[in-house]
């Protein structure tokens, strides 16, 4: 059955440092997307790239592909409630092309791009601990190519603590909270968020108001 509802077809072309749209490298979770594979043959069901062009300026971290969102498109943040958010506010701040993410737009990123701690889609969304580990080999060379003076955006403790230990740093110096702001080696800075999810913005947790302040933060580090 043709994948509907996928954006991009595997990104061979992406450097296997990256991404590996073939890892099965935990069993957990290549177990897991061959059940959801059987459940919805529409969805893309694999490791899920990076949007964006790896090198720019802002980097953002999330969390892992959502059930109905990047595991379904193979676009981080897109398809479900979780990019609602962080589009529009990308869009707000002359980061993106358009407000919104769907499958087959021609949507583009300027100076930004978007990739998740976790590539794959984990259980109830929670990836455990040696998963994060793992995948952490492709986030250190996505958080290396990170220019100097560049930003780099966490989105949630999770993302946060996993892009700290990418960077060789300690996760007990540099604590995950709301709007933090880390200065990096190199000049680079690490600024951290709660995560955009339904969650999260359903409940007040992360308002579209705190969410401007965070960007227009990263916006006056990268200015």
Partial sequence: ??????????????????YNPSCIKCARLADFLRVVRGRHPDYACRPVPSFGTLGSRLLIVGLAPGLHGANATARPFTGDHAGILLYKTLHKFGFSSAPDSRPGDDLSLQDCAVTNAVKCLPPENKPVAAEVNACRTFLINELDAVPPKGVILALGKVAHDSVVRGLGLSVGSLRFQHAGEYALPGGRTLVSSYHCSRYNTQTGRLTAQMFDRVFFRVKEILS
Avoid at 1 to 18: G, Q
Wanted: charged share 40%; glycine share 0%.
């Fill in 1 to 18: 059955m043709p994948e509907k509802n996928v954006i991009d077809k595997p990104r061979t072309a992406l450097s296997k440092r990256y």
